[in-house]
């Protein structure tokens, strides 16, 4: 495939990532960098044995535009918190500490303009430099392929099929983890818009296979051209996925 002559959606107007369960095939701008924050994020995880909850704070994504159709990224949380209460033994343990960093590159394959469909490849890595629990101690790695489709100037379709070398839950190793996620996002007016997604995941850890089956849906606010903020609510479809999400973030484009 080669690679379209105009510019990865030529940011005719601001393309957070976040929030979302769908990654957009949209590249910043040449010389232009996006800080998207999510401000807080909260997972609750319900097992017959235990009760989970954990927090991430102010984790962030940079995206700065280096070519028409390339973007260079950068990921990081700087604290999570979790608390683990037994439901048998009332005992509670908690951690607190950061998380891995990631690294990767998004490129634009096709891109009529940004009308019709869009194409990108964004492979990461992931470097073990956080604590062992919000963090992994083993590095890791995947290649997403989102794919935007716009069907006019108030909705599109997003997709994302990805696939993951997923650091093991006992931190000494990795294994296969794969997923698709889709959706579609309505603009209600000239600053807000709504989305609703789907997604799968099989993970393939050794210690514990699962498929987990989780919706979202999502608001978002552009009070300016260069600002975003969301709100978020996923739900877990199955036993296998955490019970519910909440999360709420900003993104600025300089």
Known sequence: MTLAAAPALAQKSYCPERPGLDTPACITAPGRVSVETGVVDWTLDRQPDSRTDTVLIADTLVRVGVADQIEARIGWTPYGHERVRDRQTGAIDRVGQSGDVSLGMKAGLLHPDGNGLSLSLLPYV????????????????????????RLNDTVHLDATPEIDAQPDEERAG??????????ATVKLNKTVSAALEAQVIRDDDPDARST??????????KPKKDWQ??????LGLNHAAPDVELAGGISRRF
């Open 229 to 234: 903020f969301d709100m978020q609510t996923t």
């Open 174 to 183: 990795r294994h296969l983890r794969y997923s698709s996620a889709g959706g």
């Open 212 to 221: 987990q089956w989780l919706s979202a849906a999502s608001v978002t606010w």
């Open 126 to 149: 992931t470097l073990p430099v956080g604590g062992s629990t919000i963090g992994s101690r083993v590095a890791g790695g995947g290649l997403l392929v989102p794919v935007t489709f």
